[in-house]
Antibody
Framework: QVELQQSGPGLVKPSQTLSLTCAIS??????????WNWIRQSPSRGLEWLGR?????????DSSVSVKTRITINPDTSKNQFSLQLNSVTPEDTAVYYC??????????????WGQGTVVTVSS | DIQMTQSPSSLSASVRDRVTITCRAS??????LNWYQQKPGKAPKLLIYIASSLQSGVPSRFSGSGSGTDFTLTISSLQPEDSATYFC?????????FGQGTKVEIK
């Protein structure tokens, strides 16, 4: 059974960096058949896919244009986890943040395993 | 980006009713359409992938259909535990995008 466990602070000051980690059990961050994603949810923006990392002989990343200049998603093979960093946050980045696994082939882009969610508030 | 539009935004139905939710894409997405159920304070749960494939462990009263731009999620016999918000999501092209949600309440 695959599980994702999120960790990280729930309060971030404006202009600082939001950092979250997603620890994987029951699967490998280096798996060639899935991708590892970050998604957020807020009343104003709904569910918003932020970006992903995945391994296909080498590491790849994709991200949404809305956060492209501010986002970093990194895999950590030694700890079997991946992380999200979002720079220069504003109150508009306040949301529940989720990590999620998605299929790459037969169930392409379907998020079949989710983390528990982290409520992140951007406020001074 | 591909825009996903769901209707209705909310509905109220009785136990054992047949419920249908629709999702429309702003361009053709073939059959790359997924459905999720979300209950308050919880992460979304995958119900249907690739338009009509039932995710393992999901009750058979849930079904999906459609292709191109128009899709439906059907609950054949609504149960009390189906009270939730349902989202569609396209996985045709990056960035993956979601519908705004349909809240289903039990009368």
């Amino acid at each position: 059974q695959v599980e994702l466990q999120q960790s990280g602070p729930g309060l971030v000051k404006p202009s600082q960096t939001l950092s979250l980690t997603c620890a994987i059990s029951g699967d490998s961050v280096s798996s060639n058949s899935v991708t590892w994603n970050w998604i957020r949810q807020s009343p104003s923006r709904g569910l918003e896919w932020l970006g992903r990392t995945y391994h296909r002989s080498k590491w790849y990343n994709d991200s949404s244009v809305s956060v492209k200049t501010r986002i970093t998603i990194n895999p950590d093979t030694s700890k079997n986890q991946f992380s999200l960093q979002l720079n220069s946050v504003t109150p508009e980045d306040t949301a529940v943040y989720y990590c999620a696994r998605a299929g790459y082939y037969s169930n392409r882009g379907a998020f079949d395993v989710w983390g528990q969610g982290t409520v992140v508030t951007v406020s001074s | 980006d591909i825009q996903m539009t769901q209707s209705p935004s909310s509905l109220s139905a009785s136990v054992r009713d047949r419920v249908t939710i629709t999702c429309r894409a702003s361009q053709s997405i073939s059959n790359f359409l997924n459905w999720y159920q979300q209950k308050p304070g919880k992460a979304p749960k995958l119900l249907i992938y690739i338009a009509s494939s039932l995710q393992s462990g999901v009750p058979s009263r849930f079904s999906g259909s459609g292709s191109g731009t128009d899709f439906t999620l059907t609950i054949s016999s609504l149960q009390p535990e189906d009270s939730a918000t349902y989202f569609c999501q396209q996985s045709y092209s990056i960035p993956w995008t979601f519908g705004q949600g349909t809240k289903v309440e039990i009368k």
